[in-house]
Nanobody, 126 residues
Framework: EEKLVESGGGLAQVGGSLRLSCAAS????????IGWFRQVPGKEREAVAC????????YYAESVKGRFTMSSDNAKNTVSLQMNSLKPVDTAVYSC???????????????????WGQGIQVTVSS
């Protein structure tokens, strides 16, 4: 069974940091692009970042560029999202997703992703 499980969420102060992890199982991790998304109640899901496992190329939304860093550990079938300089607007449920195309060419298009994690809450308090 294909599965993605997020961990590392929680509460942070403004300006603080959190590190999210996404553990994959049940599929060939190296063949998939992995994206991070976030959603606030009442709003559309927003694409945050993407990594192409083949060459490690990363892409970021403008709203997080320079603050968030995505990385991949192919040996552990895990991707991480290091979130620094957190702001209250970063408060959301964060989910990871896997795209079988294996690249981030259309990484902001949600329907391209084949598997999704359950999501994890990140709350940034001021």
């Amino acid at each position: 069974e294909e599965k993605l499980v997020e961990s590392g969420g929680g509460l942070a102060q403004v300006g603080g940091s959190l590190r999210l992890s996404c553990a994959a199982s049940g599929f060939t991790f190296d063949d998939y692009a992995i994206g991070w998304f976030r959603q606030v109640p009442g709003k559309e899901r927003e694409a945050v970042a993407c990594i192409s496992p083949g060459d490690g190329t990363t892409y970021y939304a403008e709203s997080v560029k320079g603050r968030f860093t995505m990385s991949s550990d192919n040996a552990k079938n895990t991707v991480s999202l290091q979130m620094n300089s957190l702001k209250p607007v970063d408060t959301a449920v964060y989910s990871c997703a896997a795209d079988a195309v294996g690249s981030c060419w259309y990484w902001t298009t949600l329907v391209n992703y084949d598997y999704w994690g359950q999501g994890i809450q990140v709350t940034v308090s001021s």
